[in-house]
């Protein structure tokens, strides 16, 4: 055999050579393939674990819920800001402000039309307003509700603003100012307005009128009572942690079932907009419920077939987990009447907390099997707590004569607090036991039936005046002079009439009258307004100055009965919303571009001005331990 030629061998070695070359790429690309392969694998299993914890990751009686798969935008309150103008002072306001908010301010006014000459608009130019000292630069803030609805209303506070002089804000009326979210400033880059704010001026209703540096009050911080009112609709929004266009129909078909359009509602309910936002629209029967129609959402079921099976799958996740309750109540009431069959038997469980829960979405649900429970509940609990909310839901709930009596009979009970609870209760329902009487669109007076005589003022909504025992009179024999002797009462033992002097100001003249000692007329007559045809019928006062006389009569016991205030929670609210760290709402962004907004958080105001939030303590009253008589902070 001859031996290969030495060319033949090179090439053969070559061939060799380039065969274990080409084995070896392949082998390392398929290697890499593989590789490739499993890290995709991995990959894909990691993105369905994330997946898997976020669905999972939920209490067990949240399971199923649009929570476990949805985030709801817009949850949270919102504060707004802005500057605002307080008119009618009596020289205690001031002439002084920061040069940029005084140019800010005229020219808000001069679109107001102030000056402008127009039939209807203010004679006074922008420059003459400001310059006065009947006139007040204030800074006004408010905490918005979640998703409030267009043209609804919520108290807002107002304060002298910093870089002014203003000694007393008291007795004046805020002109329509443009509330904003995030910062307080005044460059042409704001945001847009969500609200505006107007009305009279609240302050303390316990301070003496025009005694300026004569107490410890301050004048300088007021409130308007429903004097906020939505410009637009704050939006909610539900996204989805994992978009998914069928996920979202799935959501929106079921809200829309739970929560059928109504009437004069724009839209449906649940309008999904892609694959990962689901437009929320509240329907009007939930515009002063936005709260509870946001919890309602986040506890409603992805799957709405068979309601009694998901009702009693909560019944046991609860029962089995008793610290559930909220979440349990919230999930019968998404699930609407037809949970009732599986919840009727714990009304009374003897198990406190799966009681309540059953006895509050029951009521909720408007079923009437829930009110004997709630009744006993609100007449034998050891806990003041529960007494007081079993009332609460009862005074939600629809028309039942057994609630209505179970009410009244509640207003002569011992504890002040639940006799509170059963007068809200009843006024809520329209209760024909409660005399109303509107007094010149300052205040309501309401006069409630009890054994127990009381005087309740509101510092929140609608300003009223409670008395509780129809029959409470100013006592007598009295001499009353107060307000630097501008307001003088006497009577004499047995006198049918209390003899009033009164003078508003030292150059007006004064008004003398006499009025009955009853509260109810009493009262009417304090904050009626005088005309032309009956000069007498009235002394025109204020809100906070017929609380303050009617404390001042309390104060030297010429009113024998408890004397309670509603806590003012305008500004306990402003602090427990506004925290500088609190992640702020995507649409309510300004343009960081901006220098004068760089490096501020959402509630700053602005630089170098300093709110009297920094200083004020939410212990000084606003969450004070509850006292027997005054409760107001002071």
Same mark, same amino acid.
Not at 264 to 274: F, K, P, Y
Not at 380 to 397: E, Y
């Given at each position: 055999?001859?031996?290969?030629?030495?060319?033949?061998?090179?090439?053969?070695?070559?061939?060799?050579?380039?065969?274990?070359?080409?084995?070896?790429?392949?082998?390392?690309?398929?290697?890499?393939?593989?590789?490739?392969?499993?890290?995709?694998?991995?990959?894909?299993?990691?993105?369905?674990?994330?997946?898997?914890?976020?669905?999972?990751?939920?209490?067990?009686?949240?399971?199923?819920?649009?929570?476990?798969?949805?985030?709801?935008?817009?949850?949270?309150?919102?504060?707004?800001?802005?500057?605002?103008?307080?008119?009618?002072?009596?020289?205690?306001?001031?002439?002084?402000?920061?040069?940029?908010?005084?140019?800010?301010?005229?020219?808000?006014?001069?679109?107001?039309?102030?000056?402008?000459?127009?039939?209807?608009?203010?004679?006074?130019?922008?420059?003459?307003?400001?310059?006065?000292?009947?006139?007040?630069?204030?800074?006004?803030?408010?905490?918005?509700?979640?998703?409030?609805?267009k043209e609804s209303t919520f108290?807002?506070?107002?304060?002298?603003?910093?870089?002014?002089?203003?000694?007393?804000?008291?007795?004046?009326?805020?002109?329509?100012?443009?509330?904003?979210?995030?910062?307080?400033?005044?460059?042409?880059?704001?945001?847009?307005?969500?609200? /505006?704010? +107007?009305?009279? =001026?609240?302050?303390? %209703?316990?301070?003496?009128? !025009?005694?300026? #540096?004569?107490?410890?009050?301050? $004048?300088?911080?007021?409130?308007?009572?429903?004097?906020?009112?939505?410009?637009?609709?704050?939006?909610?929004?539900?996204?989805?942690?994992?978009?998914?266009?069928?996920?979202?129909?799935?959501?929106?078909?079921?809200?829309?079932?739970?929560?059928?359009?109504?009437?004069?509602?724009?839209?449906?309910?649940?309008?999904?907009?892609?694959g990962d936002t689901i437009d929320?629209?509240?329907?009007?029967?939930?515009?002063?419920?936005?709260? /509870?129609? +946001?919890?309602? =959402?986040?506890?409603? %079921?992805?799957?709405?077939? !068979?309601?009694? #099976?998901?009702?009693?799958?909560? $019944?046991?996740?609860?029962?089995?987990?008793?610290?559930?309750?909220?979440?349990?109540?919230?999930?019968?009431?998404?699930?609407?009447?037809?949970?009732?069959?599986?919840?009727?038997?714990?009304?009374?469980?003897?198990?406190?907390?799966?009681?309540?829960?059953?006895?509050?979405?029951?009521?909720?649900?408007?079923?009437?099997?829930?009110?004997?429970?709630?009744?006993?509940?609100?007449?034998?609990?050891?806990?003041?707590?529960?007494?007081?909310?079993?009332?609460?839901?009862?005074?939600?709930?629809?028309?039942?004569?057994?609630?209505?009596?179970?009410?009244?009979?509640?207003?002569?009970?011992?504890?002040?607090?639940?006799?509170?609870?059963?007068?809200?209760?009843?006024?809520?329902?329209?209760?024909?036991?409660?005399?109303?009487?509107?007094?010149?669109?300052?205040?309501?007076?309401?006069?409630?039936?009890?054994?127990?005589?009381?005087?309740?003022?509101?510092?929140?909504?609608?300003?009223?005046?409670?008395?509780?025992?129809?029959?409470?009179?100013?006592?007598?024999?009295?001499?009353?002079?107060?307000?630097?002797?501008?307001?003088?009462?006497?009577?004499?033992?047995?006198?049918?009439?209390?003899?009033?002097?009164?003078?508003?100001?030292?150059?007006?003249?004064?008004?003398?009258?006499?009025?009955?000692?009853?509260?109810?007329?009493?009262?009417?007559?304090?904050?009626?307004?005088?005309?032309?045809?009956?000069?007498?019928?009235?002394?025109?006062?204020?809100?906070?100055?017929?609380?303050?006389?009617?404390?001042?009569?309390?104060?030297?016991?010429?009113?024998?009965?408890?004397?309670?205030?509603?806590?003012?929670?305008?500004?306990?609210?402003?602090?427990?919303?506004?925290?500088?760290?609190?992640?702020?709402?995507?649409?309510?962004?300004?343009?960081?571009?901006?220098?004068?907004?760089?490096?501020?958080?959402?509630?700053?105001?602005?630089?170098?001005?300093?709110?009297?939030?920094?200083?004020?303590?939410?212990?000084s009253g606003l969450d004070a331990?509850?006292?027997?008589?005054?409760?107001?902070?002071?």
């Amino acid at each position: 055999m001859n031996a290969p030629h030495p060319t033949a061998l090179i090439r053969r070695l070559r061939a060799a050579l380039a065969g274990l070359a080409a084995a070896a790429f392949l082998g390392a690309c398929g290697e890499m393939m593989i590789e490739r392969q499993t890290d995709g694998i991995q990959k894909a299993r990691v993105d369905r674990e994330a997946v898997k914890t976020v669905q999972v990751d939920v209490d067990p009686i949240m399971r199923g819920t649009v929570a476990a798969d949805t985030g709801l935008v817009g949850f949270d309150p919102v504060v707004v800001r802005g500057y605002g103008i307080v008119v009618g002072l009596r020289g205690t306001g001031s002439r002084q402000m920061p040069a940029d908010v005084r140019a800010f301010l005229i020219q808000e006014l001069a679109k107001r039309g102030f000056g402008s000459g127009n039939p209807g608009a203010p004679p006074m130019s922008p420059q003459q307003l400001l310059n006065s000292m009947d006139t007040a630069v204030v800074v006004v803030e408010g905490v918005i509700p979640p998703g409030a609805p267009k043209e609804s209303t919520f108290d807002v506070r107002v304060y002298a603003a910093p870089g002014t002089s203003s000694s007393s804000l008291e007795g004046g009326h805020l002109l329509v100012a443009d509330l904003r979210p995030g910062l307080l400033f005044t460059g042409s880059r704001q945001p847009f307005p969500l609200a /505006e704010a +107007a009305g009279p =001026i609240v302050i303390n %209703p316990f301070a003496e009128p !025009n005694s300026l #540096q004569k107490d410890s009050i301050n $004048r300088t911080t007021g409130r308007v009572l429903d004097g906020g009112k939505m410009k637009k609709d704050l939006p909610l929004k539900l996204r989805l942690y994992t978009p998914s266009h069928s996920r979202a129909e799935t959501i929106q078909n079921s809200l829309n079932s739970l929560f059928p359009r109504e009437p004069r509602q724009r839209d449906e309910t649940a309008h999904g907009r892609t694959g990962d936002t689901i437009d929320l629209t509240i329907p009007p029967s939930y515009w002063k419920r936005t709260t /509870e129609f +946001a919890e309602l =959402i986040r506890h409603a %079921p992805m799957n709405i077939e !068979n309601p009694e #099976q998901t009702a009693m799958a909560i $019944r046991r996740a609860l029962l089995a987990n008793p610290g559930a309750a909220g979440a349990a109540s919230w999930r019968w009431q998404a699930l609407g009447k037809k949970s009732l069959s599986m919840i009727e038997d714990l009304y009374n469980y003897p198990e406190e907390q799966p009681r309540f829960a059953a006895l509050d979405a029951g009521s909720k649900l408007d079923d009437m099997l829930a009110v004997p429970h709630l009744l006993d509940m609100a007449r034998t609990s050891p806990s003041i707590v529960n007494r007081t909310q079993s009332i609460k839901l009862l005074g939600r709930m629809g028309t039942n004569a057994e609630i209505d009596l179970g009410l009244r009979e509640l207003l002569d009970d011992a504890d002040v607090d639940v006799r509170l609870a059963a007068f809200e209760a009843m006024d809520k329902r329209g209760d024909i036991g409660i005399t109303s009487i509107e007094i010149g669109r300052k205040f309501t007076l309401l006069i409630c039936p009890s054994k127990y005589p009381m005087i309740y003022v509101t510092q929140s909504g609608r300003p009223r005046i409670v008395v509780f025992d129809e029959a409470l009179q100013v006592k007598r024999p009295m001499t009353l002079v107060t307000w630097e002797r501008r307001m003088i009462m006497k009577a004499d033992e047995g006198d049918d009439l209390l003899q009033v002097f009164y003078r508003e100001r030292p150059e007006v003249a004064a008004i003398i009258d006499r009025v009955k000692p009853g509260l109810l007329e009493f009262i009417s007559f304090l904050g009626r307004k005088p005309t032309s045809q009956r000069p007498e019928v009235g002394l025109n006062l204020s809100y906070s100055e017929t609380i303050s006389l009617l404390h001042e009569l309390w104060r030297q016991k010429y009113l024998v009965c408890d004397f309670r205030a509603e806590q003012d929670r305008v500004l306990s609210d402003i602090l427990q919303t506004d925290k500088p760290d609190k992640e702020r709402r995507p649409e309510f962004d300004t343009d960081e571009s901006d220098p004068a907004l760089q490096g501020a958080s959402s509630g700053a105001l602005l630089s170098g001005q300093k709110s009297d939030l920094d200083s004020a303590s939410v212990g000084s009253g606003l969450d004070a331990t509850k006292q027997r008589k005054d409760t107001v902070p002071r």
